[in-house]
């Protein structure tokens, strides 16, 4: 006898006192490119609406002073604190849009894990922003809204960004799908 092709969802590795697994159906490429697409663009909405709300407490607090323009703001000389704060606040919008959006397909079973796992990936960004700050302010000596919004904002948020889609997929969102729990029971029973 033949063994089935993979992914046919038949029956296999059956051997006498071994438990038959079932295989899934194959996902056909192209749905697995659609969905990856739909996933990375949701992804990057949500990332550009913390980046706008990272970006917009940041020089709230540092460079507005009340008033129109800019001016030192009430973190000024504490830009690191003032950037803890602007992805802190970023954080819980992402959270919220990459939990009910980008990753909504992802069932977990442990959503304390998640949340802790969440923490953990964003510790990580905030570093590498922070790193990127830290470095243009006390190794560069740029002070500027135009070097503190390079530096952080587009450098060290771009590091982030890509850290945390990558993090994210692999460690945090990482619960069954719906499709997964579909094929899952569409599979034959062994008998």
């Known amino acids: ?15 006498h006192g071994v438990s038959p697994s079932v295989e899934p159906p194959a996902v056909p490429l192209v749905s697995r490119v659609v969905a ?21 407490t940041y020089n709230l607090l540092v460079f507005w002073g009340g008033g129109f323009g800019f001016s030192e703001g009430v973190l000024y000389h504490f830009p690191l604190l003032a950037k803890i ?24 079973d442990s959503p304390g894990r998640e949340y802790l796992l969440y923490a953990i990936v964003n510790v990580v960004a905030i570093l590498l922003q922070l790193g990127c700050l830290g470095f243009s302010r006390y190794v560069l000596d740029l002070s500027s809204p135009l070097a ?30 719906a499709s997964d729990e579909q094929h899952a029971r ?5 008998h």
Request: hydrophobic residues 45%; without cysteine.
């Open 1 to 15: 006898m033949a063994a089935p092709p993979y992914g046919s969802g038949v029956v296999v590795g059956y051997r």
């Open 36 to 56: 990856g697409l739909r996933q990375g663009m949701a992804f990057l909405v949500v990332g550009a609406i913390g980046f706008l709300v990272d970006a917009g």
């Open 85 to 108: 704060i602007a992805i802190v606040v970023a954080t819980v919008v992402t959270y919220f849009g990459n939990k009910w959006w980008t990753y909504s397909h992802r069932k977990s």
């Open 148 to 177: 503190d919004n390079i530096s952080a904002t587009v450098v060290g948020q771009t590091m982030a960004v890509i850290f945390r889609y990558w993090a994210y997929s692999k460690f945090v969102f990482t619960g069954s799908s």
């Open 186 to 190: 569409s599979a034959p029973t062994p």
